[in-house]
């Protein structure tokens, strides 16, 4: 069983960035891939990044491709998210998953743990 805690979320202004963290306890960390997600009022959750259980595979949603970077460090049981450029429409609860296997996903069904979730709001 793996739990998943967010941390870094916050009030930013548009163009600012932040920093996203994710520890995580129980299974063995560096056994599988993790992914970001986000979900804005109103709307459906929707995939940000993923990564692979070594860190050598990342995957972006393409309207976070080129501002938001996914990293892990497993010595500290950590998955991170750079997001960087932020936008208004940035703004949503961003939780981080566990994968059921080695490598990360764009679809929520692959993964089966999931944190509490972190808000991040950006103003305009």
């Known amino acids: 069983q793996v739990q998943l805690v967010e941390s870094g979320g916050g009030l930013v202004q548009a163009g600012g960035s932040l920093r996203l963290s994710c520890a995580a306890s129980g299974r063995t960390f560096s056994s599988y891939g993790m992914g970001w997600f986000r979900q804005a009022p109103g709307k459906e959750r929707e995939f940000v990044a993923a990564?692979?259980?070594?860190?050598?595979?990342?995957w972006y949603a393409d309207s976070v491709k080129g501002r938001f970077t996914i990293s892990r460090d497993n010595a500290k049981n950590t998955v991170y998210l750079q997001m960087n450029s932020l936008k208004p429409e940035d703004t949503a609860v961003y939780s981080c998953a566990a994968s059921r296997g080695r490598f990360g996903a764009r679809s929520s069904h692959e993964y089966g743990a999931w944190g509490q979730g972190t808000q991040v709001t950006v103003s305009s």
């Open positions: 990564i692979s259980w070594s860190g050598a595979g990342t």
